[in-house]
Every structure is written in structure tokens, then in C-alpha cells.
């Protein structure tokens, strides 16, 4: 059994910023020179998001309107109350999501589907520098 830990920086917008990260995960399984196992990535901190989707442009349109009916930006959120920095909307939102996806790759191909990209989702209310952990396991 190998690991290898690496990490993708990325820098974002913010305010539900949906980026596409399947080909720095597939490099990542490249490098490992396993063949079988599981790739995790996972993102530090309380304001971002992973999870697969199928990464089109009106489907992220769906998906930012979902996420303003649940969790809106102007609403007035109780952690505000804690911290005045107006982003409870954002933390609702990645607690929503999740903050990690694990996907298994066999023959050192991940076993995404034909239409199923990784994304990484930033909530936050400004833009930001971003480095997620992607972490290989396997033979």
C-alpha cells in the first residue's frame, strides 16, 4: 500500500466561485504510479466546498440559484453576530456541500463518469488563495 500527498493551489473569486479540478487530479494519480486505490482531496477551512458535478456552464448557473434559495447572501446570519465579517451565507454553504471528495481510480483511471468533473466550490464573499490537499491511496 502507497500514498502520495500533494496539494493544488488555486486562486478564486469568491461569492460561490465553481472551479473544475478533475485534470490536477488526474496528474495526481499519474504521479503516484499506483494503479488502483482512492484519491481524496480536501479543503482547509470552513468557507469551501468539493463535490462532482457535471461542470457546464447553465448547470453551475442551477446550482449558484440553488444555493441563494437555501443559504441567501443578504440574509442576516447569527455568526455575523460573532464575527461581523457577513459571510454566514458561505459557511452554510460548504457545510452544505462538504468539504472533501473521495474518488476511486482503477487501471490509473479515476472512476468518474463521462458527464463528472471534481470541482472545488469557494463560498467565501471575497476572492481568495486557496491550497486543497489530494491525497492517493492504493497499489
Request: charged content about 25%.
Amino acid at each position: 500500500m502507497g500514498e502520495l500527498t500533494e496539494y493544488i493551489l488555486i486562486s478564486t473569486n469568491g461569492n460561490t466561485d465553481i472551479a473544475d479540478i478533475t485534470s490536477r487530479c488526474r496528474r495526481a494519480v499519474e504521479a503516484s504510479g499506483m494503479s488502483d486505490g482512492v484519491l481524496t482531496v480536501f479543503s482547509p477551512g470552513s468557507t469551501g466546498a468539493l463535490t462532482t458535478i457535471e461542470y457546464e456552464e447553465n448547470l453551475i448557473k442551477d446550482i449558484k440559484e440553488a444555493l441563494e434559495i437555501l443559504a441567501p447572501a443578504g440574509k442576516l446570519y447569527h455568526h455575523s453576530e460573532t464575527w461581523h465579517d457577513d459571510n454566514g451565507s458561505s459557511h452554510v454553504r460548504a457545510a452544505l456541500m462538504g468539504p472533501s471528495v473521495s474518488v476511486p481510480f482503477v487501471k490509473k483511471q479515476l472512476t468518474l463518469g463521462t458527464w463528472q468533473q471534481i470541482v472545488f466550490c469557494d463560498f467565501d464573499t471575497r476572492p481568495r488563495e486557496r491550497e486543497l490537499v489530494v491525497q492517493v491511496i492504493g497499489e
